[in-house]
């Protein structure tokens, strides 16, 4: 891979660092360390995990039953909707950027400028 330039790679920790200090990244961590600390949920949140994919792979009417279950428990959970809000907010801020660099990759290499 090749090295970026000192000033490339600046630009580009500025645009992680928007992230990493926005409020909604910060609530995300903030909620990710809540549920880690609680074994109960964590416990959950693994067994919905283990439950998706035996359900992918056996599609189980008994297997959904359960999953259903266990995803309504869940959204129940302050902590886990929390974080699940927050974690969609921060992965909407880089797909955003992702689909910015994309874009500007296409046109570069399409010689799209406009």
Same mark, same amino acid.
């Given at each position: !891979? ?10 580009? %920790? ?5 992230? #990493?200090?926005?409020?909604? *990244? #910060?609530?995300?961590? @903030?909620?990710?360390?809540? +549920? ?7 416990? #959950? ?7 998706? !994919?035996?359900?992918?792979? &056996?599609?189980? @009417? ?8 266990l ?6 959970? &302050?902590? /886990?909707?929390?974080y699940? /809000? *927050? %974690?969609?907010?921060? =992965?909407? $801020? +880089? ?5 910015? /660099?994309?874009? @500007?990759?296409? =046109? ?5 400028? $406009?």
């Amino acid at each position: !891979m090749v090295k970026l330039a000192n000033k490339t790679e600046e630009d580009l %920790l500025k645009i992680v660092n928007f992230v #990493k200090n926005s409020e909604e *990244y #910060k609530k995300t961590i @903030y909620y990710k360390e809540l +549920i880690a600390n609680d074994k109960e949920l964590t416990s #959950k949140i693994d067994r919905l995990k283990e439950l998706q !994919m035996k359900y992918v792979r &056996t599609k189980d @009417y008994n297997v959904k039953n359960e999953l259903d279950s266990l995803n309504n428990e869940l959204s129940n959970n &302050t902590n /886990f909707t929390l974080y699940n /809000f *927050y %974690l969609d907010k921060v =992965n909407n $801020y +880089i797909d955003i950027i992702k689909d910015n /660099f994309n874009n @500007y990759f296409d =046109n570069l290499f399409n010689e799209k400028f $406009y």
